[in-house]
């Protein structure tokens, strides 16, 4: 396994990071085909016998179960100060807005929270999983700040904006003496290359951290259709995440797929 710094920290991780969004109680989330403890205890600890030291997941990720599962492997199975941990929050929803919720009150008792599920004193890296349009983003960095200073959080990254977004959060945070933005969590992949569009991150001391290998296409029920006719494939589109979920057998041969992909009017690339 190969490491890296992360942008411009002391963070040395693994170049693979390990998503933890399918861990989880499957009853208390988005999804319903997250995986229970010991399945996923088994694929976090195959990941740390490979090398990987990169964990991350998210407080929305099946009601905070995702996270309480990482917590539990790491006091079962690693050495806390061996694994990069990295985890969200989200902003106010509007019914913390109109009840009255304080920014800071809201980040610290998310923070909190996720310390408690995690069981650790600290995270590693704390992202704002997405732009918070409903809180002036001067107001999200000071209390960030304060969070690291508190030696709650080491570091901090963003998920899901922009390049002018992030500028304008980093030269805010530079002018007051404040944390930056160290890492941005974008989707991409070899259709969705907005992050190749925006800007080169790296340059300005940041590391992109890609998710998503596949795209949600609106042609995966034409595709199941076409695909399912090969013997050997199977195809099945979920509704649920809005993409198509496709195993071969060993014996399928690419240009069969290939070939059935392009007699239901599509390229592959529209598959990838």
């Given at each position: ?29 988005m999804h ?17 016998s490979k ?104 570091y901090i ?116």
């Amino acid at each position: 396994m190969e490491y890296i710094y992360l942008g411009n920290s002391d963070l040395k991780v693994s170049k693979v990071c390990l998503g933890c969004m399918g861990f989880g109680e499957a009853k208390k989330g988005m999804h319903s085909w997250t995986l229970p403890y010991q399945e996923s205890k088994d694929i976090m600890k195959y990941a740390l016998s490979k090398g990987i030291n990169f964990f991350d997941t998210a407080m929305a990720y099946q009601g905070g179960t995702s996270e309480e599962y990482v917590g539990r492997f790491i006091k079962e199975c690693a050495k806390r100060e061996d694994i990069i941990i990295a985890t969200k929050f989200h902003g106010r929803t509007k019914e913390q807005i109109e009840a009255g919720m304080s920014v800071r009150d809201h980040i610290e008792t998310c923070l909190n929270n996720s310390l408690k599920r995690l069981q650790t004193d600290y995270i590693d890296l704390y992202i704002l999983h997405e732009w918070d349009y409903h809180t002036p983003i001067e107001e999200t960095m000071n209390i960030l700040n304060d969070m690291i200073l508190l030696k709650k959080v080491r570091y901090i990254g963003i998920s899901n904006c922009y390049a002018w977004q992030i500028a304008k959060a980093n030269e805010i945070a530079k002018k007051n003496g404040w944390a930056q933005f160290i890492s941005v969590q974008g989707h991409y992949n070899l259709i969705f290359r907005e992050e190749e569009r925006e800007e080169k991150k790296e340059e300005n001391g940041m590391k992109t951290v890609k998710i998503e290998g596949m795209m949600c296409m609106h042609c995966v029920g034409h595709v199941e259709e076409a695909l399912n006719k090969i013997s050997g494939v199977e195809a099945k589109v979920s509704l649920e995440d809005k993409c198509a979920y496709i195993t071969c057998k060993e014996d399928v041969k690419e240009q069969d797929i290939k070939s059935a992909v392009e007699e239901a009017g599509y390229q592959v690339t529209e598959i990838a």
